[in-house]
Structures are given as structure tokens and as C-alpha cells.
């Protein structure tokens, strides 16, 4: 029969590599690149070139997927903030999760409506009515997407830089953040993508590049900024909580 020598060992929780907050930081750093986020000549040619049809089936995605993705970044940052709290663990109450069936259920009804209407006055051969529906639909589809970039999604980094920030409070720590400032002033070339598209006879045109300067601005620009400073922010709370600790995260933002 096999013998077994059990020997004791005495493990430091503190001196140990913390697996999640490296994903945490990790995942803090790293880009969207995944994510269409295109520039003004581009956004401006699949507009015009398909009337539309690929920025309204390709924007609303694309937006989704990148909500997707920094939820889960900003969900698993405050998870494991509370799990490396010298206290007990707050309840976690993200404001993305509150019910939106209701209007999930709306759009999801009105679109097909639409297209419907369109075909059905195009085969009568209503060609103005036809245009003037699908520019109305297009209008209010890329304001929609505009307003939810310019207040529910900053809500949702502004509640997550404020996590960040109560919680290096909790040890002694001040940290400082960027949050977004919400203003909307259309830029130079997306200025020109709306006019143009105006002048072409797509008046949609200049919500479409409100919308798509808004996406780039989360997806690449003032949120990457932001983003990276979490991270920073969080190697820096672990390294207070658990001195002598392996630091979290890539090494290039040990000097951060």
C-alpha cells in the first residue's frame, strides 16, 4: 500500500498573486478595436453609398456589443473591489441592470413597422412620402442612440468612477478621475459628414454624425482615457489593502 507524509504549510493570502484583479486591470487597459467605431469619411461613404441601410442595421449592433463588453469590465472591477474590502462586501446594484423591456419591446416593433410602411408606399410609388418616412425613422433612430451615449451610458461611467473613488477613500487613498463632461459640439469633419449628407438629400444625416461622434468618443477616445485611469486606480487600492501583495496587473503601469 502507498504511503503519504502530510506536511504542514502556512500560506500569506496577502502574498499571492490576485488572479482576478489581474483581469480586472488587464481588462481595464485594453482597446476596443473590435468595435466599429468608424471615422467621418467612412461613416460618411456606408451612408450615402446605402442609403442609410448599413449604418441602421451595423450602428445599433456595434453599440450594443461595446455596452456589452464595458459592463462586464465595470461589473467585474466592482466585484472584485468588494471582494478585496477589508469589510464586508455592499451590495452591488449596477444601474444597467433595472428592467427595460418595456422600450426593448418597442423598438423591436416599431422597426419592422417601418420597413413595412416603406415598401408597402414605394410599391405605390409615393416615392416622397416613401423618403420622408425613412428619413423621419432615421432621424429619430441615431438621436435616440445619441441621447442614450450622452446620458445613460455616462451615467454608467460616472457611477463607475464613483465606486473607484469610494473606495480608495476607504484606504486613505485620492485618486483622480475623468469623467466625461457631456458636452455635445459636433466636430469639424463630423460637421461636414451631416452638412454633406443634408445637401445630398439625407437630412438624417446630421444625427447619424452626432451619433457616430459620440460612439468614437466612448468607444476609442475620452472612455479609453478613462478606463486606463481605473486601472491604475485599482492597482493602486490593492497595493493599500494588502501591502507586500503581488502588484496586479501589467507591469507598465507600476509606475502610473
Keep these: 500500500m502507498a ?15 490576485d488572479g482576478l484583479g489581474e483581469g480586472v486591470v488587464w481588462s481595464l487597459t485594453r482597446s476596443f478595436d473590435v468595435i466599429t467605431q468608424s471615422r467621418p469619411r467612412r461613416a460618411f461613404l456606408d451612408a450615402v453609398l446605402t ?7 451595423e450602428f445599433p449592433k ?9 459592463r462586464d469590465q465595470f461589473e467585474s472591477m466592482v466585484d472584485w473591489l468588494d471582494r478585496t474590502s477589508p469589510g464586508d462586501a455592499r451590495r452591488r ?17 416599431i422597426r419592422p413597422v417601418v420597413v413595412a410602411l416603406v415598401v408597402v408606399l414605394m410599391c405605390l410609388h409615393w416615392w416622397v412620402w416613401a423618403g420622408i418616412v425613412w428619413n423621419v425613422a432615421l432621424s429619430v433612430l441615431f438621436f435616440r442612440l445619441a441621447s442614450e451615449m450622452r446620458h445613460a451610458h455616462r451615467a454608467d461611467v460616472r457611477w463607475a468612477v464613483r465606486r473607484v473613488h469610494a473606495a480608495a477613500r476607504e484606504v486613505g487613498l485620492t485618486v483622480h478621475l475623468i469623467e466625461t463632461d457631456g458636452k455635445v459640439v459636433l466636430e469639424r469633419h463630423w460637421l461636414l459628414v451631416g452638412i454633406a449628407m443634408a445637401l445630398l438629400g439625407q437630412p438624417w444625416g446630421m444625427a447619424y454624425a452626432l451619433a457616430g461622434q459620440l460612439r468614437r ?7 479609453q482615457a478613462v478606463r486606463a485611469a481605473m486601472a491604475r486606480a485599482c492597482r493602486q487600492i490593492y ?4 501591502p507586500g501583495a503581488a502588484p496586479p496587473g501589467p507591469g507598465r503601469l507600476a509606475d502610473a
Excluded at 442609403?51 to 442595421?57: E, M, N, Q, V, Y
Excluded at 468618443?217 to 472612455?223: I, M, N, P, S, T
Excluded at 497595493?239 to 494588502?242: K, M, Y
Design 62 to 70: 456595434s453599440w450594443r456589443d461595446f455596452l456589452y463588453l464595458e
Design 93 to 109: 446594484v449596477f444601474p444597467w441592470k433595472r428592467a427595460r423591456r418595456a422600450r426593448s419591446s418597442a423598438s423591436a416593433l
Design 3 to 17: 504511503s503519504f507524509d502530510v506536511v504542514s504549510m502556512t500560506m500569506l493570502p496577502d502574498a499571492r498573486p
Design 51 to 57: 442609403l442609410g441601410i448599413f449604418p441602421a442595421i
Design 217 to 223: 468618443r466612448a468607444v476609442r477616445d475620452d472612455g
Design 239 to 242: 497595493l493599500a489593502r494588502h
